[in-house]
């Protein structure tokens, strides 16, 4: 019997298959919570069989008075092992409607378990949606899209984004309940919150089961897809936000200056300052500022990086200028087209550019 492992199961309106679920944990865990989340008092009888299992092992059964989401069920499971378990030094998360086997569920336990460095790391029980037959094409396909936007915006490498399967150590579930979200929401920020933290991931294979198509699954293709997805929207808007006040200034002063710059006399030499090289300039400096701010924030720059940070943002911004600069000046002699029309080719690929470098270099902690 696991002792210092407790074994948290979020639920809402669920079918038979908890019955079973329960019924195999019991005799591998001596620590078993079950968070009702609200569920319809038809769903009662299921609730008493799972109680009447608790004869080997602790069964404790927590009630929402109505549907608050999975992320809030997730919350009060691990606020109530903080305050009524301290025996307990880890937590493993599955999923109510079958789809984790105890046999993956132990390999997971094991490999946190086992796990040697200094941190303990968080252990994702990972199926496989790259060969997979069995998995649905539109789950298929979501959790994929996912993963490569966490990878694209985080700079984070985990297969399975949406795995129920989760082992967290005991130190980590109080940051864990000040994450946002109260719905499915909540286990994509807890991957962001946790990859901030500096606290390993650890992915363990497991097996796939969808039962009947996943029809007992309460997950909203639109909605709660929504509510995943917004949390890449942050990124996306630091970057754009920033294009629209570069591009806004910049379209501003080219109308405003040019043809309408003054000759410099030096020596015998007279030269014409450049209205693009002007106006992407003080267009720049503006939009740099404010991409620095909300950049900063985004990544969540502490203290002891803040000051690495600016010097390197400010070498990124002057090269991203001059590219910039040189690139809508010489596009809109060789083109012949509008130096604002070239400005939407060039900047728009030097804003991507320059928010991985800021992710990987310019805001890197120092502990990475």
């Known amino acids: 019997m696991i002792e210092d492992i407790a074994a948290l199961i979020p639920a809402y309106n669920p079918d038979k298959e908890m019955i079973k679920v329960v019924g195999e944990l019991v005799s591998e ?3 078993i919570v079950i968070v009702d989340d609200g569920c ?11 109680e009447r299992l608790g004869e080997r092992s602790s069964i404790t059964i927590l009630h929402h008075e109505v549907n608050k989401g999975k992320g809030a069920a997730l919350k009060t499971g691990f606020s109530y092992i903080l305050e009524s378990l301290p025996g307990v030094s880890a937590v493993v998360t599955l999923d109510a409607d079958g789809q984790h086997t105890v046999s993956d569920t132990l390999k997971c336990c094991k490999g946190f378990e086992d796990f040697e460095g200094k941190t303990k790391p968080v252990v994702f029980g990972c199926r496989d949606f790259k060969s997979d037959t069995k998995i649905p094409a539109r789950s298929r396909f979501g959790n994929r899209l ?6 694209l ?9 949406q795995t129920g399967l989760r082992v967290f150590g005991r130190d980590i579930l109080a940051d864990l309940c000040a994450v946002p979200g109260e719905r499915y929401e909540f286990e994509m920020n807890m991957i962001f919150e946790l990859h901030d933290m500096g606290v390993p991931f650890m992915e363990v294979p497991i097996e796939v089961i969808y039962l ?5 699954s309460h997950f909203n293709p639109i909605k709660d897809s929504i509510r995943i997805y917004k949390v890449f929207f942050k990124f996306i808007a630091s970057s754009l936000g920033s ?6 200034l910049f379209s501003a002063l080219v109308c405003l200056l040019a043809n309408r710059m003054p000759e410099v006399s030096i020596g015998l030499l007279n030269l014409s300052i450049d209205y693009i090289v002007v106006s992407t300039v003080i267009a720049r400096i503006c939009s740099g500022i404010f991409n620095y701010c909300i950049n900063r924030m985004i990544f969540k720059t502490r203290k002891k990086d803040a000051a690495g940070s600016g010097p390197r943002y400010f070498i990124l911004w002057l090269a991203q200028m001059l590219i910039s600069a040189n690139a809508v000046k010489y596009l809109t002699l060789w083109l012949g087209i509008p ?16 928010y991985k470098v800021q992710q990987v270099w310019v805001f890197k902690k120092k502990d990475e």
Do not use: W
């Open 146 to 151: 996912t993963s490569r936007l966490l990878k």
């Open 212 to 216: 009947n198509e996943n029809e007992s």
């Open 243 to 248: 294009f629209v006040v570069d591009y806004a």
């Open 339 to 354: 130096a604002m029309v070239t400005k939407i080719i060039v900047d728009p690929i030097l804003f991507f550019i320059s």
């Open 153 to 161: 915006f985080g700079n984070i490498t985990l297969s399975d984004t």
């Open 40 to 50: 319809d008092e038809s769903y009662g009888k299921i609730f008493s069989e799972v």
């Open 29 to 31: 865990f001596s620590n």
